[in-house]
Structure formats: C-alpha cells, structure tokens
C-alpha cells in the first residue's frame, strides 16, 4: 500500500490550496483517511480526519477554514485550505487506516509528506 500525497506549496497569507492523497496498491478497504501536519520543533498534530460515512473532525486551529473530503471510488482524500496563515507552515502528512486484504487487520499507513509554505 502506497499513499501519494500531492498538491502542496507555497501560498501567501489569505490564499489558498488543495492537497489530495491518494491510496494505492492492496487496498481492501478503507476506514478512515486523513491529515497530519508537524511546524518545525513542533510535534506533530491533527489537522482532519474522514471516515467512511463522510463524517469529518478537524483540529481546532482549522476549524472554519479547512475542509477534508473524500472520494471512496479512488481511494483519494481533499484537503481544501481556505484563508491560510504563516503558522499553517509545515509538512502535510496523509494517513488512512485500511484493511490491505479480506481477513487482514486494520493497518495505519502515512505518505511521504508535502511542504506547505505560507509566507508574504
């Protein structure tokens, strides 16, 4: 199984971006994906998450200005991020939790990260 994460950058201040990750490989089915994301010489914290049934958590600094979706045909997660500011500044990790095949336990997977920058 391999997440591939894509859709980061750099952004002023009040901008905006939309990160997708994608999931790939042996993947049976999928309980929940999400968004990660760690500052430097912070640790890392929630951004949001989607289960199955489209329900979603954010963290709290997120809250009303980021939006994660997802699209169970394509094993993909969206992450739209509306106003954002210098301390969105970090690396974006994707996560899903999936049962790779039938009979298979629930596995944590993470990509490989994409740099968010938001700077004037």
């Known amino acids: 199984v391999q997440l591939q994460a894509s859709g980061g950058g750099s952004v002023q201040p009040g901008g905006s971006l939309r990160p997708s990750c994608a999931a790939s490989?042996?993947?049976?089915?999928?309980?929940?994906m999400g968004w990660y994301r760690q500052a430097p010489g912070k640790q890392r914290e929630l951004v949001a998450t989607?289960?199955?049934?489209?329900?979603?958590n954010y963290g709290d600094s997120v809250k009303g200005r980021f939006t994660i979706s997802g699209d169970n045909a394509k094993n993909t997660t969206y992450l739209q991020m509306n106003s954002l500011k210098p301390e969105d500044t970090a690396v974006y990790y994707c996560n899903a939790n999936l049962w790779p095949t039938l009979g298979a336990t629930l596995r944590a997977y993470w990509g490989q990260g994409t740099l968010v920058t938001v700077s004037s």
């Open positions: 989607i289960i199955g049934s489209g329900r979603t």
């Open positions: 490989g042996s993947v049976f089915s999928i309980n929940d």
